[in-house]
């Protein structure tokens, strides 16, 4: 079984920075692809990023050359480092993992952290 769990949200004004972090653990196979999403109120889900096994990665058009997804294999955390962040990227935030074999959704999700950017 994989367990995600999310930490760094936090409330941050507009132009600042926050970096998510995600531990996990589990089969590592079972998580070779992890993904950020986002879910503002009202709104869908939407997938901010994710990144492969090989470390290829790739962004909603929306975050591009703010965020970026990195992961430290040797301590199992995912991180989401988010610069001039705005209002409209007020949302909880999920890390989610699942096998890059699998063409289904990802399967394992954390609880999410809350992110508020203020103008």
């Known amino acids: 079984q994989v367990q995600l769990v999310e930490s760094g949200g936090g409330s941050v004004q507009s132009g600042g920075s926050l970096r998510l972090s995600c531990a996990a653990s589990?089969?590592?196979?079972?998580?070779?692809?992890m993904g950020w999403f986002r879910q503002a109120p009202g709104k869908e889900r939407e997938e901010v990023g994710f990144?492969?096994?090989?470390?290829?990665?790739d962004y909603v058009d929306s975050v591009k050359g703010r965020f970026t997804i990195s992961l430290d294999n040797a301590k199992n955390i995912l991180y989401l480092q988010m610069d001039s962040l705005k209002p409209e990227d007020t949302a909880m935030y999920f890390c989610?993992?699942?096998?890059?074999?699998?063409?289904?959704?990802?399967?394992?999700w954390g609880q999410g952290t809350q992110v508020t950017v203020s103008s």
């Open positions: 989610a993992a699942k096998r890059c074999s699998s063409v289904g959704p990802y399967k394992y």
């Open positions: 589990g089969y590592l196979y079972d998580r070779d692809c």
């Open positions: 990144i492969y096994s090989n470390g290829a990665t």
